[in-house]
């Protein structure tokens, strides 16, 4: 009997990897495939070579295309896969387009799905995670929940009752597990930073595909950077027009490429604040206690701001509140239930009792 887990972009690593150790421990037999989605070697490599991940034991290999063709190509590599091998459950992440082709392709084959972050919702179907993480969840018979509002989602859109869990955030597992690895003064020293600096990620495509909306950013961090340096480690979706856009025409704006996550979290841990719109980095910083902006209208991780340090900010309030950021002496923040750095030995209980109770045919 083997357990699938279905990987393929950055945020899935820090995610699978608590899941994957838990149930090694506990003797489960498992295959871990990567999609591809991304191939990088700073969007995915990385993350084998610094996470207790065991290296996959397939990559597919779709790599970029429109939304029809990566995920199609992910649906018919995974299909394979699965037909080959069988698996007695799916274990799928978050919100990408890795998760939906997984659960699609385990559904139709009559494999259960478990799906790690569900129920979260923005309520915003331009996103395309918001189309991805409803139907992810409506395919899916195990439901494992980061928060209390997404049971109240599922519930509300009619999932039942004992197909939800409250599990934890494994992604605050990987966080928690490797604080003692991160040196903030190392990393900052590292990049010539000053002392008070800002960390930014952007890659959300309401942010960096326009043209106009990306200039209007440039202009934004070029007014936060006179506050303070800030280091952009760059998603590659938004580096041409950004770059083209003159980001990096300011001396105390840094851009880099993409970072390994223990230099990318030293340096977020370090800083004064954080400018993003990353679902995962809205909850390291509530971990950490780094006043996060995030640069979007809405947020499917309202915990973040209910007990964190998130607030949203738009194009006109992102200045106002950076300069709020950074006069607070003391942030406090309170840590979401059950963000203990357990998720991954809760996640694994669930799936191997509901397999104990739902023994294949
Ligand atoms: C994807 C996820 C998004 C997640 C983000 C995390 C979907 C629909 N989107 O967005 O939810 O927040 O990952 O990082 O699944 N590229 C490279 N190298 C790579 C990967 C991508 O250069 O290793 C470039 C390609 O030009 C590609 C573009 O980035 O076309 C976008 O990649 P894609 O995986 O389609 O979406 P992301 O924007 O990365
Ligand atoms: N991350 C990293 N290096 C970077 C940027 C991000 O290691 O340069 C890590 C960080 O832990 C973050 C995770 O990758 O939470 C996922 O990031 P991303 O913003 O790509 O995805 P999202 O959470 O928005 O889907």
Redesign the pocket.
Known sequence: MTLLHVTG???N??KAAPVIAALADLGERQRLVHTGQHYDD??SE??FRELDLPRPDVNLGVGSGSHAEQTAAILVGLEQEMLATRPAMVIVY???NSTLAAAIAASKLGIPVAHVEAGLRSFDMSMP?EVNRIVTDRLSDLLLCTSPDAIAHLAHEGAPADRIHLVGNP?ID??LANLDRMDAERARASFGLPDDYLVA?L??PGNVDDPESAGELVALLHSAAARADIVL?L?PRGRAILEALGLDDHPRVHVV?????????SL?RGSRAVI?????????TTVLGVPCLTLRPNTERPVTITHGTNRLATHATLLPLLDAALSEEVVTTRRPPLWDGHAGARIAEVVVDWLAEHPRS
């Open positions: 972009a950055r945020p690593f820090p700073r969007m990385v993350f978050g919100d990408v995670e992604m990987t966080l990620t890659h959300r480690p998603h490429e993409p970072l390994g996550y223990l230099e990318f979290m977020v993003t719109d990353s679902g995962g980095v809205q909850e390291e």
